[in-house]
C-alpha cells in the first residue's frame, strides 16, 4: 500500500521556523521525486518545492526562495522541508506528494496534509 505521511505542521508566530516531514512507503523511493504544495482557504494549490530524489536536485517557488530548504533522506524514505522565516501567508495545508522520475511529472501519490498556521 503506497502512503505518504506528512508530520511537524503546528502553530508559529511569524519569523519562526517548522520543519515539514514527508515518510513515503509502498513505491521505490528513488524513482520519484517528491513534492510539497499547499493550500490556503479560499486559494488554488500550489507548489511549494519539489526534490528529484535521484539527483538532489532541489526546485522552489519564488515566494519561498531563501527561506525553504528541502532535502531528501533516501536511507529513510523520507522527504523534509524546513521553513524559516515563516510569513502569515506561508498559512495553509502542506501536501507532500510524488510524482515519477521528475518534479515536472504529475503527482501520482499524496498524502494527507498538515496545517501551518503562521500568526502576525
Known amino acids: 500500500e503506497v502512503q505518504l505521511v506528512e508530520s511537524g505542521g503546528g502553530l508559529v508566530q511569524a519569523g519562526g521556523s517548522l520543519r515539514l516531514s514527508c515518510a513515503a512507503s509502498?513505491?521505490?523511493?528513488?524513482?520519484?521525486?517528491i513534492g510539497w504544495f499547499r493550500q490556503a482557504p479560499g486559494k488554488e494549490r500550489e507548489g511549494v518545492s519539489c526534490?528529484?530524489?535521484?539527483?538532489?536536485?532541489?526546485y522552489y517557488t519564488d515566494s519561498v526562495k531563501g527561506r525553504f530548504t528541502i532535502s531528501s533522506d533516501n536511507a529513510r524514505n523520507t522527504v523534509a522541508l524546513q521553513m524559516t522565516s515563516l510569513k502569515p501567508e506561508d498559512t495553509a495545508i502542506y501536501y507532500c506528494a510524488a510524482a515519477i522520475k521528475s518534479c515536472l511529472s504529475a503527482a501520482e501519490y499524496w498524502g494527507q496534509g498538515t496545517q501551518v498556521t503562521v500568526t502576525a
Open positions: 526534490i528529484s530524489v535521484s539527483d538532489g536536485a532541489p
Open positions: 509502498g513505491f521505490t523511493f528513488d524513482d520519484y521525486a
